[in-house]
T-cell receptor, first 112, second 112 residues
């Protein structure tokens, strides 16, 4: 039982490049979330998906897109990376009716 | 926007001492959670307290909730070096969807 798995763990991009951060959970959870964590800012919600086939914007969605590919997978795409998107990205999931969020190990992204 | 705010931002203590962290939040909630984050890792759920509870214990953790003051505290008794981590409070967020919403966290260092 792996829980929430994020790939890659580390990535360096040049400004303007694109990439997709992958997230998969094996707990059959309906809700999935993408957060970014910056020093002194805590975790800020980028996008979330309450169930397969639905996605909604969070607090800081600009510059990102998401896809809920199926119940297991929720990907985050940066179409044209900017230095301001340098951050640690966390994916999380939660079962319907539950309160606890389960987190992946994070992706540390640097945009130069 | 961030619902909870932790205080202090940083805390440095000696092994064996108690560590107290506080969280204030803005809107009414039906539960509040505390999470722990070790350096370079994802967040891990520690404890949940519901709005009809004033205090809850789990091992060396004690959590209190004062809904009239919109505040919570996390007490770690007899701290160990292994307790060194960042601690976050989380609330369900506002609106109809349950979205774990985190504060900026308290960074705890326990010196051996």
């Amino acid at each position: 039982n792996a829980g929430v798995t994020q790939t890659p763990k580390f990535q360096v991009l040049k400004t303007g490049q694109s990439m997709t951060l992958q997230c998969a959970q094996d707990m059959n959870h309906n809700s999935m979330y993408w957060y970014r964590q910056d020093p002194g800012m805590g975790l800020r919600l980028i996008y979330y998906s309450a169930s397969e086939g639905t996605t909604d914007k969070g607090e800081v969605p600009n510059g990102y897109n998401v896809s809920r590919l199926n119940k297991r997978e929720f990907s985050l795409r940066l179409e044209s990376a900017a230095p301001s998107q340098t951050s640690v990205y966390f994916c999380a999931s939660r079962e319907t009716g539950g309160t606890e969020a389960f987190f992946g190990q994070g992706t540390r992204l640097t945009v130069v | 926007s961030q619902q909870g705010e932790e205080d202090p931002q940083a805390l440095s203590i000696q092994e064996g001492e108690n560590a107290t962290m506080n969280c204030s939040y803005k809107t009414s909630i039906n539960n509040l959670q505390w999470y722990r984050q070790n350096s370079g890792r994802g967040l891990v759920h520690l404890i949940l307290i519901r709005s009809n509870e004033r205090e809850k214990h789990s091992g060396r953790l004690r959590v209190t909730l004062d809904t009239s003051k919109k505040s919570s505290s996390l007490l770690i008794t007899a701290s160990r070096a292994a307790d060194t981590a960042s601690y976050f409070c989380a609330t369900p967020g506002s609106g109809g969807s349950y979205i774990p919403t985190f504060g900026r966290g308290t960074s705890l260092i326990v010196h051996p």
